[in-house]
């Protein structure tokens, strides 16, 4: 069966929580209201689905984000402009099927028209090879590393430069076309757009 990759949608968001909170120790743990705060302003929020079934899911947000995260914050202090992976979590049922890949390949589809980098981190606890032999084989190199505050885990700080965003910004700048494979999810603002009440309406 394919795997689809697609934007989040609300009812599934604790199926999402459930996902991040059982992925172990190397991702770090969420709650409903950090959840709910992602849902809602998050440029990147989608899950994989596969035989019906979600799959996983990858979180990221642009360099400009008002984003509480340390670990973005060291990107931010070092790099202008740039995508940051925040989370990828895939269902332990699904490692090793594809979905890790296919994450990777959307959103680098995704970041390269509108960012010259993207980022994220591996903590280095644990078995590792794996994920970081996965990041170099997507051409990410690492350049720093920093421990956590919180727990006193190490993470190596990495990086990837999209070779294709140089020719975008030159060609189109800011004004990309509007068709559906490139089209930027849509974020909600909480202070914006109350969720319906359910009530109706005169």
């Given at each position: 069966?394919?795997?689809?990759?697609?934007?989040?949608?609300?009812?599934?968001?604790?199926s999402?929580?459930a996902?991040?909170?059982?992925?172990?120790?190397?991702?770090l743990?969420?709650d409903?209201?950090?959840?709910?705060?992602?849902?809602?302003?998050?440029?990147?929020f989608?899950?994989?689905?596969?035989?019906?079934?979600l799959?996983?899911?990858?979180i990221?947000?642009?360099s400009?984000?008002e984003?509480?995260s340390r670990?973005?914050?060291?990107?931010?202090?070092?790099?202008?402009h740039?995508?940051?992976?925040?989370r990828?979590?895939?269902?332990?049922?699904?490692?090793g099927?594809?979905?890790?890949?296919?994450f990777?390949?959307?959103?680098?589809?995704?970041?390269?028209?509108?960012?010259?980098?993207?980022?994220?981190e591996v903590?280095l606890?644990?078995?590792?090879?794996?994920v970081?032999?996965?990041h170099?084989?997507?051409?990410?190199?690492?350049?720093?590393?920093r421990?956590?505050?919180?727990?006193?885990?190490?993470?190596a700080?990495?990086?990837?430069?999209?070779c294709s965003?140089?020719?975008?910004?030159?060609?189109?700048g800011?004004?990309?076309?509007?068709?559906?494979?490139?089209?930027?999810?849509?974020?909600?603002d909480?202070?914006?757009?109350?969720?319906?009440?359910?009530?109706?309406?005169?």
């Amino acid at each position: 069966m394919s795997i689809v990759v697609r934007d989040v949608r609300e009812h599934e968001l604790d199926s999402v929580l459930a996902l991040n909170n059982a992925a172990g120790p190397v991702i770090l743990p969420l709650d409903s209201a950090r959840l709910r705060h992602f849902y809602e302003t998050a440029e990147y929020f989608r899950v994989a689905e596969r035989e019906g079934t979600l799959a996983g899911f990858l979180i990221g947000v642009g360099s400009d984000a008002e984003h509480d995260s340390r670990n973005f914050q060291w990107f931010r202090d070092r790099y202008p402009h740039f995508f940051y992976i925040d989370r990828v979590v895939v269902a332990s049922r699904r490692r090793g099927g594809g979905v890790g890949r296919a994450f990777y390949a959307d959103v680098q589809s995704h970041a390269e028209l509108r960012y010259p980098l993207v980022t994220c981190e591996v903590f280095l606890e644990g078995v590792t090879d794996p994920v970081l032999l996965f990041h170099g084989s997507f051409g990410f190199r690492e350049v720093g590393q920093r421990v956590l505050v919180r727990n006193g885990m190490r993470a190596a700080m990495l990086m990837k430069e999209l070779c294709s965003y140089p020719w975008v910004r030159d060609n189109y700048g800011g004004n990309l076309p509007d068709v559906p494979w490139i089209t930027q999810r849509h974020v909600l603002d909480a202070r914006l757009a109350p969720r319906p009440t359910g009530t109706g309406g005169p």
